[in-house]
């Protein structure tokens, strides 16, 4: 049996054939589903706020997209419950079938979402959580951070507090697993250099009754207090501990968590206290100018520790989607792309460690004329330990 095809035909199959390797090679269509689980109410409800406006302002920066795709938002409050935390996660996860969670504050949830997205290989960043388990014992492949670990500012403040001839502290946190992971590794670097801690005290979260323990500090006379309280938590106790006239004879040190986004609320209470963090006010950097400009004219306000890691998440998932030439189906690119990726970041640039958790400059900074104002570097590049990390 023969076949004749005329000049025509052959045209007409070869324009397909043409076309055909032009689809195969388009970009993906449809929009790119980010699934936001943040604390939207509550005690950490401004966290939350910052980091969906940092996130959407690199996107806005970027023309609404991300590596050429447009993208859709989704939102579940997760309130800071970590009971409702693994339902909340699966509405994002099968009933939306987002592409990547990006969330959350309270490290009780991340860890739930963490579970959820391992079980799910469902891509994860987690703009704020520091649970060491995230990048320790329960690291995955396709679970990130854009944040830090409970122990990287922790134990930079052990080792400045080491360093100006303290040696006897008092720790207070919430009993949860950031405040007790905080004072760990706080307790790690100061002890290591010969301090100690005379006392740990804790308190239920969200509990902000602290007069029992401003009492104690008192009787106890430590040489310093280290503690960990967010939010609306922090602006109560900094406020507190100077009514308690302890500020002026007992200095008061804590990750930057204490005072970040808490300034206007504990007022001249919160003057002259010392924090470390992976961010300050004052940095000296043209990404932070910018971002801190595109921020003020976007929201009307300045831009917090949480604002950035959000931005950064956004700059973390870009950098995978580009890899993958915006095809955010195909994961494994994608992951090795955000493996790869240096973050130019308003805190200075930073890369990721094995267990995908920043390798970040953490800042001494102290609060000066309502604002945290860098001091100096307490360590530079500081790598989580990942104690328990498989990959």
């Known amino acids: 049996m023969t076949y004749k095809i005329n000049a025509l035909g052959k045209l007409i199959f070869g324009v397909a054939l043409a076309t055909a390797g032009l689809v195969a090679q388009a970009a993906p269509e449809g929009k790119v589903k980010i699934g936001f689980m943040l604390p939207y109410t509550g005690t950490y409800a401004a966290l939350g706020n910052a980091i969906t406006n940092g996130f959407k302002q690199y996107v806005a920066e970027n023309g609404g997209k991300l590596a050429g795709r447009e993208i859709e938002y989704y939102t579940v409050d997760d309130e800071s419950d970590p009971a409702k935390a693994t339902e909340n996660a699966n509405k994002l996860v099968k009933r939306d079938k987002v592409d990547v969670l990006v969330g959350t504050v309270h490290s009780g949830v991340a860890l739930a979402m963490a579970k959820v997205a391992r079980e799910n290989k469902t891509l994860l960043i987690v703009p704020n959580a520091g649970a060491d388990e995230i990048t320790g014992p329960l690291c995955a492949a396709n679970v990130f951070r854009s944040s830090f670990s409970a122990w990287q500012p922790a134990y930079a403040m052990g080792q400045v507090v080491a360093q100006k001839g303290m040696k006897k502290v ?6 949860y697993s950031f405040g007790l992971q905080s004072v760990e590794g706080f307790k790690e670097a100061f002890e290591k250099s010969g301090g100690k801690v005379v006392k740990d005290m804790t308190l239920p979260f969200p509990n902000v009754e602290f007069q029992p323990f401003l009492t104690e500090i008192a009787a106890l006379k430590p040489d310093a207090v280290f503690v960990f309280f967010a939010g609306a938590g922090a602006a109560k106790f900094v406020k507190d501990y100077t009514a308690a006239g ?3 004879s007992i200095p008061l040190y804590g990750p930057g968590f204490l005072t970040d986004g808490n300034l206007d609320a504990m007022g001249e209470a919160g003057k002259g206290v010392q924090t470390t ?3 300050a006010d004052g940095l000296d950097n043209k990404k932070d100018a910018a971002f801190r400009l595109g921020y003020v004219k976007a929201y009307k ?8 890691q959000g931005y950064d998440a956004a700059q973390l998932y870009q950098a995978g989607l580009s890899a993958a030439a915006g095809d955010a189906a195909k994961q494994d690119v994608v992951i090795k792309g955000m493996e790869a990726a240096r973050i130019d970041s308003p805190r200075g640039a930073f890369t990721l460690s094995r267990a995908h958790n920043p390798v970040q400059d953490i800042y001494l900074r102290e609060v000066q004329g309502g604002q945290n104002k860098v001091l100096s570097t307490a360590v530079k590049a500081l790598a989580d330990p990942a104690r328990g990390c498989k990959i």
Do not use: E
């Open 170 to 175: 008092v720790t207070v946190t919430w009993k």
């Open 277 to 279: 963090l992976h961010y």
């Open 301 to 308: 306000m300045q831009p917090d520790v949480y604002a950035v």
């Open 246 to 248: 302890l500020k002026n």
